[in-house]
């Protein structure tokens, strides 16, 4: 919410339309945001390229699981603008929407479990790797609670994963909120394709009826292929690829525009013969459940099991080296020995 507020205030509003990613335009964002640290603050978020703890990432509240980086609690308000509009700059609206929405339930939480110290708003935290505006290879990662967004810029490339949603509680119980979802999207298209399979399809679609306590990949820094389960889209009939596409294209939405399309087209040519929709649990909300869209390239999960299934964890991973932009950075520096 604080965010939200410091963009609206401090920027200009051409910038909060902005939809078309620029790698220019979102470096100087970093090297903005450089330039205001103090001395303390740059030992603390400033990392070079090859750090190993670009890796690590989680979603648990920080105090269970400690990150790197200054938390949001600990910047000025110049500084939470800045990370505010370098968020702003790596999401799509949605994106950004949803990642201050999902921050803004940690207030939910605070009213809720009063003496859980874990409850700490702002507690949100950047790290920041190689230099921006130096190098052609840097990266960024913003993670807390039930975040965790990763992004690595390669010239005029990025890559956006490990990118992880989660929301507690899914759907707000009570006071001014109440009835509020975060996730409300990943979890209702789910459902909507799980509703149109006939009865031999779920056969093969649901592969257990027991959900699982959370996403099988859980914070792994780097992901292979689950196993083969689940309905292929072959097996589909039209209408339910769509559906299909819309679950991918629901994910998809909350990186910028040209990530976006890019991946999606990709998907759809690439993978389309190999994606399998599986489904594990109750097959009605409020239930215990769990599903996962996988295909050659990439892997989204969603679970919706603790907390009498009203706490959700969801995440996008890309297989072959996609995640932290490996593929890419292998690509960049071959290109440059060829040079050389």
């Not at 840097?138 to 975040?147: E, Q, V, Y």
Request: net charge neutral; proline share 5%.
């Amino acid at each position: 919410m604080f965010l939200r507020l410091l963009l609206v205030l401090l920027m200009p509003i051409c910038l909060l339309g902005q939809s078309t990613f620029s790698t220019k335009t979102n470096t100087k964002h970093a090297v903005d945001l450089i330039n205001t640290l103090t001395s303390e603050q740059k030992k603390i978020m400033l990392f070079p390229f090859d750090e190993m703890n670009r890796y690590d990432w989680h979603f648990v509240p920080p105090p269970q699981s400690p990150r790197t980086g200054v938390p949001l609690k600990d910047m000025d308000s110049i500084q939470k603008m800045l990370v505010s509009r370098l968020l702003h700059g790596f999401l799509s609206d949605k994106g950004f929407d949803k990642t201050n929405r999902i921050m803004d339930l940690e207030y939910v939480l605070m009213v809720l479990e009063p003496k859980n110290k874990a409850r700490i708003p702002e507690n949100y935290f950047v790290s920041i790797y190689g230099m921006p505006g130096k190098n052609d290879v840097w990266a960024w990662k913003f993670t807390g609670h039930h975040l965790a967004l990763n992004f690595t810029v390669i010239n005029d490339k990025i890559a956006v994963a490990p990118f992880f949603f989660g929301a507690n509680p899914g759907t707000v119980k009570e006071g001014p909120q109440k009835g509020f979802r975060a996730l409300k999207d990943e979890e209702d298209v789910g459902f909507e394709l799980l509703d149109l399979l006939d009865n031999n399809q779920k056969a093969k679609a649901i592969f257990t009826t027991k959900a699982f306590s959370d996403i099988i990949t859980y914070n792994s820094p780097q992901v292979k292929p689950l196993e083969d389960l689940g309905l292929l889209a072959s097996e589909m009939t039209v209408a339910q690829k769509i559906i299909l596409e819309k679950i991918i294209a629901t994910y998809l939405a909350s990186m910028p525009d040209k990530i976006a399309k890019f991946r999606k087209k990709k998907i759809m040519t690439e993978d389309i013969d190999t994606i399998r929709f599986g489904w594990a649990g109750a097959t009605k909300i409020g239930e215990g459940h769990y599903y996962r869209i996988q295909g050659k390239t990439f892997l989204i999960e969603f679970d919706n099991t603790q907390n009498n299934a009203n706490h959700i964890h969801a995440v996008w991973r890309d297989f072959d080296g996609g995640d932290y932009g490996m593929d890419l950075i292998k690509a960049h520096y071959q290109q440059a020995d060829h040079k050389h």
